[in-house]
């Protein structure tokens, strides 16, 4: 398996622009991941997926980030509008279940200018 | 919800040294507990994980971490480090629970010559 795949790898946008981050996690994983990183606040778990049912979406910052998984092989995370202060490393990771270890993707390193 | 505390930020240690990097989590009932190394521009990769039985648990890298309860902690340790082991470590806790992985800020570890 190639593991938890990300796109892009980098991104840079315009402040109001519309962001969609994608996630193809490892097949046959039940849950699924989406993690950001900044300096500041370290890792923080925006929201996570088991068997493609939203189960916690409390760690989304604000209604301009959503996150969807129409299928067992792919989600996306999306920020409307950005903002400068989403610049930020997104991690998709993925696991057999809800609790055990997640494998992550490279990240996509998001700047918004 | 659990927590995990990693109380040094930056950790340096002369290449051949002795390692050990400490971790206290929160959670009161079982914990499932992880430590993640991250080299620059990377994700997250498992160094090794506990849930149960043996408390000195091995994992890649040479790397080995000792379950505590008595001290809440899960440190993990290195008999003698490599200049590539310079990297941001991470320990983990899902709790055993329905919540993801809880992380703890982070280590800096510098490897001096």
């Known amino acids: 398996d190639a593991g938890v795949i990300q796109s892009p790898r980098h991104e840079v946008t315009e402040m109001g622009q519309e962001v969609t981050l994608r996630c193809k996690p490892i097949?046959?994983?039940?849950?699924l991941f989406w993690y950001r990183q900044t300096m500041m606040r370290g890792l923080e778990l925006l929201i996570y997926?088991?068997?493609?049912?939203?189960?916690?979406d409390s760690g989304m910052p604000e209604d301009r980030f959503s996150a969807k998984m129409p299928n067992a092989s792919f989600s996306t995370l999306k920020i409307q509008p950005s903002e400068p202060r989403d610049s930020a490393v997104y991690f998709c990771a993925s696991s057999p279940t809800v609790n055990t270890e997640a494998f992550f993707g490279q990240g996509t390193r998001l700047t918004v200018v | 919800a659990q927590s995990v505390t990693q109380p040094d930020i930056h950790i340096t240690v002369s290449e051949g040294a002795s390692l050990e990097l400490r971790c206290n989590y929160s959670?009161?009932?079982?914990?499932?507990l992880f430590w993640y190394v991250q080299s620059p521009g990377q994700g997250l990769q498992l160094l090794l994980k506990y849930f149960s039985g043996d408390t000195l648990v091995q994992g890649i890298k040479g790397f080995e971490a000792e379950f505590k309860r008595s001290q809440s902690s899960f440190n993990l340790r290195k008999p003698s480090v490599h200049w590539s082991d310079a990297a941001e470590y991470f320990c983990?806790?899902?709790?055993?629970?329905?919540?993801?992985?809880?992380f703890g800020k982070g280590t800096h570890l510098i490897i001096q010559p």
């Open positions: 997926f088991n068997n493609n049912v939203p189960i916690d």
């Open positions: 959670y009161g009932a079982t914990p499932y």
């Open positions: 097949s046959g994983h039940n849950s």
């Open positions: 983990a806790d899902s709790g055993g629970g329905a919540d993801g992985l809880t």
